[in-house]
T-cell receptor, first 114, second 116 residues
Framework: AQKITQTQPGMFVQEKEAVTLDCTYD???????LFWYKQPSSGEMIFLIY??????QNATEGRYSLNFQKARKSANLVISASQLGDSAMYFC???????????FGAGTTVTVRA | DAGVTQSPTHLIKTRGQQVTLRCSPK?????VSWYQQALGQGPQFIFQ???????QRGNFPDRFSGHQFPNYSSELNVNALLLGDSALYLC???????????????FGPGTRLLVL
């Protein structure tokens, strides 16, 4: 069974600065996918970025990048040039090789200060 | 391009009652997954439907059941409601993918269920 751990319950970041959100995972499977989602207070989960376990390069999508360290089983999300609209809950999720489902971590709340 | 829609947005029920939540997938998607998100926690997978069949189920009791229609929309039914069923219920849609695939699940705004 996969387990996702997000150890930072809440973080504050100054506008225009970068912030790193931690995510570690536990799996014995060599093949898996990692996802990050953003959940504003409205409730809708918004897909941000995907990293496959066999991808050679770290994924990037605009201001979002993923610091993927396979040996350490970590997939940290980096948000550059934070904006007030980035204030939300952020979830790391994993899909294992035999799964259709996503397994989510507990999430990290990010508050961007002006 | 219509995204994932869910109805109703909010619902209040009493213990022992039954509830039906509805989901319409994103245009072009054929797979629907349901998740339960308790306050302050990450979403927990309930089940996924593809071709009108449940193809994976999470650790939820049989009180939770679902259905997918030929137009790919889906319903989540919960019988004999408990106080602990109070949560945000999220529907996600995706294109058919293999197990372990990289297809993205796109979520709707959710239905907030309160059981009194």
């Amino acid at each position: 069974a996969q387990k996702i751990t997000q150890t930072q319950p809440g973080m504050f970041v100054q506008e225009k600065e970068a912030v790193t959100l931690d995510c570690t995972y536990d799996t014995s499977d060599p093949s898996y996918g990692l996802f990050w989602y953003k959940q504003p207070s409205s409730g809708e989960m918004i897909f941000l970025i995907y990293q496959g376990s066999y991808d050679q390069q770290n994924a990037t999508e605009g201001r979002y990048s993923l610091n993927f360290q396979k040996a350490r089983k970590s997939a940290n999300l980096v948000i550059s040039a934070s904006q007030l609209g980035d204030s939300a809950m952020y979830f790391c999720a994993m899909r294992g090789p035999n799964d259709y489902k996503l397994s989510f971590g507990a999430g990290t709340t990010v508050t961007v200060r002006a | 391009d219509a995204g994932v829609t869910q109805s109703p947005t909010h619902l209040i029920k009493t213990r022992g009652q039954q509830v039906t939540l509805r989901c319409s997938p994103k245009s072009g998607h054929d797979t629907v997954s349901w998740y339960q998100q308790a306050l302050g926690q990450g979403p927990q997978f309930i089940f996924q439907y593809y071709e009108e069949e449940e193809r994976q189920r999470g650790n939820f009791p049989d009180r939770f059941s679902g259905h997918q229609f030929p137009n790919y929309s889906s319903e989540l039914n919960v019988n004999a409601l408990l106080l602990g069923d109070s949560a945000l219920y999220l529907c996600a849609s995706s294109l058919f993918g293999l197990a372990g695939g990289q297809e993205t699940q796109y979520f709707g705004p959710g239905t907030r269920l309160l059981v009194l």
